[in-house]
């Protein structure tokens, strides 16, 4: 896995790059509340969140081309981003089951638990024992979902099934990101995002099919803000920031999807949170946090 230190060496940062990054952040964790207020189904919004930017995705990767910089991808490299946009398609199927379901924080803090997984994925490769940082954020990781899964149980079984989506979407996005890292040495990041994108389109529309929820809107603006905001927007002042900054800062700026989540999900659904449910967000945020600095002590 590339460093993202290594990315960024003899790139120096401004205000602007800090600001995408955070832009980008805000925009994906406004993407929960565009899905709840979709009247196509949460699986079919996955599929229009998908679908809608292919053309702006395919000028973007046309224009970011450079003749030469890259060799014929591999037959197998072509698998590969197959491959990784079916789980894709099924990690954004799960999440979006899972945001109908659930609160908003759990389903953004849940959603983001392939992180966590990446990280012991790490350790079980490199065959070495956790540092304490890494066992400081699995300890975490494991008593905050705890609390938010057994909350969840005491409100309502439809909340717990949601949690789950939520993180079973966590488990396919650490496949996916596995697979894309292998494809990235030949392809631009616009033209990875625009292939992968295309190859998970369609495992949406055919989960929505089969789940038998209405594929076409009949209000077409919350899917078109969600391909904008989730899509376009978020994915693509992420993909211009990030190479700018260590795993630390975004990992702290990556905090903030929640907190966006939290808030929009009190002041629009009228979601409560009591102190368990905060003392568990917030050790599942705390892990995700030593997760990313577990990555910069590491590199």
């Known amino acids: 896995m590339t460093s993202v230190d290594d990315q960024r060496a003899g790139v120096r940062p401004n205000p602007w790059h800090f600001v995408a990054l955070l832009g980008g952040n805000f925009a994906l964790a406004?993407?929960?509340w565009?899905?709840?207020?979709?009247?196509?189904?949460?699986?079919?919004?996955?599929?229009?969140?998908?679908?809608?930017?292919?053309?702006?995705?395919?000028?973007?990767?046309?224009?970011q081309r450079r003749p030469g910089l890259r060799s014929m991808p591999t037959p197998a490299t072509w698998l590969q981003i197959v491959a990784a946009?079916?789980?894709?398609?099924?990690?954004?199927a799960s999440w979006h089951i899972g945001i109908a379901s659930t609160r908003l924080g759990n389903a953004s803090l849940f959603g983001n638990s392939g992180s966590l997984i990446l990280m012991v994925w790490g350790l079980v490769a490199a065959r070495r024992l956790p540092r304490p940082i890494e066992l400081a954020a699995i300890a975490a990781a494991v008593s905050g979902a705890a609390i938010l899964l057994g909350r969840s149980m005491e409100i309502d079984h439809s909340t717990l099934v949601g949690d789950l989506f939520c993180i079973l979407a966590g488990v396919f996005y650490f496949g996916y990101i596995l697979l894309i890292q292998g494809a990235r040495g030949q392809f631009e990041s616009w033209g990875l995002l625009f292939f992968s994108t295309l190859a998970s389109a369609p495992v949406m529309l055919g989960i929505a099919i089969w789940l038998g929820e209405p594929v076409w809107p009949h209000a077409w603006w919350p899917l078109i803000a969600l391909a904008l905001c989730s899509q376009v927007v978020g994915q693509g002042l992420i993909v211009f920031a990030l190479r700018h900054f260590s795993a630390l800062i975004i990992g702290v700026v990556l905090l903030t999807q929640p907190a966006v989540s939290i808030l929009v999900g009190w002041l629009v659904f009228g979601e409560t949170m009591g102190a368990l449910d905060a003392a568990g967000m917030v050790l599942i945020a705390g892990a995700l946090l030593l997760g990313r600095l577990s990555e910069s002590v590491t590199r």
């Open 34 to 63: 565009f899905v709840r207020l979709a009247d196509s189904g949460p699986v079919s919004a996955g599929f229009w969140r998908l679908f809608l930017p292919l053309p702006v995705l395919a000028l973007l990767a046309a224009h």
């Open 85 to 92: 946009g079916i789980l894709f398609g099924l990690d954004l």
């Open 30 to 32: 406004l993407g929960p």
